[in-house]
């Protein structure tokens, strides 16, 4: 898979992915965020989820249209930096938004289906960030580790219908990354119809 | 996917003297690294870009007005401390002026404020098309300082400056048919560049019971901290109803119409499920999206929580006696 040694990509896709959540947390701090900046770090830190996560199902597309193949070596590095907007975006809402009110979040998650299908999208994540560890790839098997992690599609999804239920009108962003995830997967399904023909004819008949 | 990572070495292993010989690519790879780190944390603080973004030290520019002003006192004025003046004008909701919450401030010199000339008709005996700066002239201005709850559950206090809409309402004499009072916002896309995107069906219009018009809280603004209202805010003229959600506040007034019948308002055809016509503030009925039992007081970080009618429920409940307020939210 590796043709080049690439040392400085992850660390660099990693430094740069986390560079805004440090500058929101210390603009924040200094209460630089404007008039209201809790709601300024919950739309920023869930847009960069989607966005982060969005960036990581490309990788494969990318890779199968273009041949490079940098862009599986930095896959999983974008996965946990998408894990990481959207732990980030929780902990602001839990936090910050609603103070802890266990009450008020329990209600929010099973009563409001903008935020249940948000919540989803988070606990889809956790098992994909838990087992992102070659250790765990091994443990699984190859082929039961890829169909766990296909889940991160589903999570996408569910991101981006959140991102639409959210807004009170003007759809056109959320519209936009939904846009850009189908022409993704139309990529990887239109790959996987290719490899089944391929198949097909190498059969003897 | 599976190349092993080797373990990492001891600091004890890493000579100066390897770095040495492999400097240049050492050099190459800082380089590559710094780059592409720069272009992944600068693109996602681009996509981040045109969400709401504060600004750096603005502060709008309006004229003072140096009218006497009646104080506020009692009802019509709370205690509560008042929201700052930077952050009234620089978080608004005017999809008129574009959808983020601080591109009215951005866009507020495009809309010309003056000359203006505001249209009172319908089920009047007196019909009055009178230039803006006349109609506030005729009346006592006075000081109201309002809470402002605003349907995304946030609030402000703001001390506007205004005439009573039932003085206007009384100078005009609505005729015995008049039920209801409709409010339009100037249409022009030019001013008003937002209205070229059909995000809304523009112009944007609001409504009124009469007795909610006629009742004393029910203010038309003209001002807020002593000076004139800028336009983020709905200059020249725009409607104070301190019990209900701040969307019925139809900003940029140019004309106000009695009718018979009740009115269409523009949240209410956008989404009926959503957004009633009374709008009342209410804890007890949710936004189907969110929950309106509490608040968050701009400038506060825990939320509030959100009081009946806005806290106003001693003089406006009367309003809605026999009413499912459920039902007619």
Redesign the interface.
């Given at each position: 898979?590796?043709s080049s040694k690439?040392?400085?990509?992850n660390?660099?896709?990693a430094?740069?992915?986390l560079?805004?959540l440090l500058?929101l947390a210390v603009q924040g701090a200094q209460g630089?965020?404007?008039?209201?900046?809790?709601?300024?770090a919950l739309?920023?830190t869930g847009?960069?989820a989607l966005?982060?996560l969005v960036g990581s199902l490309a990788c494969t597309p990318v890779r199968l249209v273009t041949g490079w193949t940098w862009p599986?070596r930095i896959r999983r590095t974008l996965g946990l930096l998408a894990f990481t907007y959207a732990a980030a975006h929780f902990l602001t809402y839990a936090v910050?938004?609603?103070?802890l009110d266990v009450r008020?979040m329990a209600?929010?998650v099973f009563t409001?289906?903008?935020i249940t299908v948000g919540f989803t999208a988070l606990m889809l994540l956790v098992p994909l960030a838990v087992t992102s560890t070659?250790k765990w790839?091994r443990r699984l098997g190859?082929p039961a580790w890829q169909r766990l992690h296909r889940l991160a599609y589903v999570a996408a999804v569910l991101g981006v219908v959140h991102f639409v239920?959210?807004v009170?009108?003007?759809v056109t962003e959320p519209v936009l990354y939904g846009a850009v995830l189908a022409l993704l997967f139309a990529v990887r399904v239109g790959e996987a119809l290719r490899k089944r023909r391929a198949l097909a004819r190498e059969r003897p008949a | 996917?599976?190349?092993?990572?080797p373990p990492e070495p001891p600091g004890s292993e890493v000579t100066p003297e390897k770095l040495y010989l492999r400097r240049r690519e050492f050099i190459k790879?800082?380089g590559?690294?710094?780059?592409?780190?720069?272009?992944?944390?600068?693109g996602?603080?681009l996509?981040?870009m045109k969400?709401?973004?504060?600004?750096d030290g603005f502060v709008p520019d309006a004229g003072v007005v140096d009218q006497p002003v009646a104080p506020a006192q009692g009802l019509f004025s709370t205690d509560e401390p008042r929201t700052p003046y930077?952050?009234i004008t620089?978080?608004n909701n005017f999809?008129e002026l574009g959808?983020d919450?601080?591109d009215p401030a951005r866009r507020a010199h495009l809309l010309k404020t003056r000359p203006w000339t505001v249209v009172i008709d319908g089920e009047v005996h007196k019909p009055w098309t009178v230039d803006v700066d006349q109609l506030i002239s005729a009346f006592p201005l006075e000081e109201r300082v309002y809470r402002m709850r605003c349907v995304?559950a946030?609030s402000m206090v703001i001390p506007w400056l205004g005439l009573p809409l039932g003085k206007l309402l009384d100078r005009v004499q609505p005729t015995s048919f008049a039920k209801y009072v409709a409010f339009t916002t100037l249409e022009d896309p030019e001013q008003l560049p937002g209205q070229k995107s059909p995000?809304?069906d523009w112009p944007y219009v609001e409504g009124l019971r009469l007795d909610e018009a006629r009742h004393p809280l029910t203010l038309l603004a003209t001002g807020l901290y002593g000076k004139q209202l800028p336009a983020q805010n709905g200059a020249p003229l725009r409607l104070v109803v301190p019990w209900k959600y701040g969307f019925k506040g139809i900003k940029s007034i140019v004309r106000i119409t009695l009718t018979r019948e009740q009115p269409p308002t523009t949240w209410n055809i956008?989404?009926k499920r959503e957004y009633g016509f009374y709008a009342n503030v209410n804890p007890a009925v949710d936004h189907?999206?969110?929950?309106q039992?509490?608040e968050?007081r701009?400038?506060e970080?825990?939320?509030r929580p959100t009081l009946p009618f806005n806290g106003y429920a001693d003089a406006v409940a009367g309003l809605y006696s026999g009413m499912d307020l459920k039902r007619d939210f």
């Open positions: 898979m590796a690439l040392p400085w990509l660390p660099a896709i430094v740069g992915g560079s805004p500058l630089q965020l404007g008039a209201n900046g809790i709601e300024f739309n920023q847009l960069f966005a982060v599986a910050l938004d609603q103070g008020a209600e929010d409001r289906p903008f070659n790839v190859f239920w959210r009170k009108k003007d | 996917m599976r190349d092993k990572l790879n800082a590559l690294f710094a780059g592409t780190a720069a272009v992944v944390g600068g996602l603080y996509l981040g969400r709401t973004r504060p600004m930077e952050d620089t978080y999809y959808l919450k601080n995304e946030w995000v809304l956008t989404n189907p999206r969110w929950s039992a509490t968050r701009i400038g970080t825990s939320r």
